[in-house]
């Protein structure tokens, strides 16, 4: 089992920044992929972006690219969503999750952490 746990949420400005920070513990050895999901009011869970642990390949969603990064520390279990130029548009509550390497799905999450940007 992996634990996922987000932090770094908050309310900004349009146009601000924040950092989303996931630390994962637990059998991290089974961990290939960790990702971001975003789910706001009313609506599905969409993915946002995500990284190869191993070898640290990136990929985002089309709405958020040049605006986003996500990198992560392999020495700390963690992966970060560095994400600027933010619009109203990007609140949500936030997931880290991770897949299982045996199944190649995303079968860890974390319990989301909130991001509210104001106009």
């Known amino acids: 089992q992996v634990q996922l746990v987000e932090s770094g949420g908050g309310l900004v400005q349009a146009g601000g920044s924040l950092r989303l920070s996931c630390a994962a513990s637990?059998?991290?050895?089974?961990?290939?992929?960790l990702g971001w999901f975003r789910q706001a009011p009313g609506k599905e869970r969409t993915y946002v972006s995500n990284i190869n642990w191993s070898s640290g390949s990136t990929y985002y969603t089309n709405s958020v690219k040049g605006r986003f990064t996500i990198s992560r520390d392999k020495a700390k279990n963690a992966v970060y969503l560095q994400m600027n130029s933010l619009i109203p548009e990007d609140t949500a509550v936030y997931y880290c999750?991770?897949?299982?390497?045996?199944?190649?799905?995303?079968?860890?999450w974390g319990q989301g952490t909130q991001v509210t940007v104001s106009s």
């Open positions: 637990g059998d991290t050895f089974s961990m290939s992929v």
């Open positions: 999750a991770a897949t299982n390497r045996a199944t190649s799905r995303y079968d860890y």
